[in-house]
């Protein structure tokens, strides 16, 4: 079982920037892959990107790649979600979900444990 929180929403201008995080509760996360996802309200959930929990291996969805980078602290059992440049579409509950595979998770991969989403709104 993985119990996922995912922090650091909030109200930003655009242009600016803002970091999110997701803190896996359990440990052995070797075989854990993790992504980020958005959803914005009457829109269908859209995959924002992911990463392998051993090595650095990352894939980005083309709406956010240059602008969202993810990366991950082992140590503290922590992935990030850094979004700079930030757009008023860019507006909605961020969710971070766990799969379990050795591959970098992609917009097809069946991500079993969510976390409970954290606002993000970016104002014009």
């Known amino acids: 079982q993985v119990q996922l929180v995912e922090s650091g929403g909030g109200l930003v201008q655009a242009g600016g920037s803002l970091k999110l995080s997701c803190t896996a509760s359990?440990?052995?996360?070797?075989?854990?892959?993790m992504g980020w996802f958005r959803q914005a309200p009457g829109k269908e959930r859209e995959f924002l990107g992911g990463i392998r929990w051993s090595g650095s291996s990352t894939n980005y969805a083309d709406s956010v790649k240059g602008r969202f980078t993810i990366s991950r602290d082992n140590a503290k059992n922590t992935m990030y979600l850094q979004m700079n440049s930030l757009k008023p579409k860019d507006t909605a509950v961020y969710y971070c979900a766990a799969a379990i595979t050795f591959l970098v998770p992609t917009r097809d991969t069946r991500f079993v444990y969510w976390g409970q989403g954290t606002q993000v709104t970016v104002s014009s």
């Open positions: 359990t440990r052995g996360l070797s075989t854990i892959g």
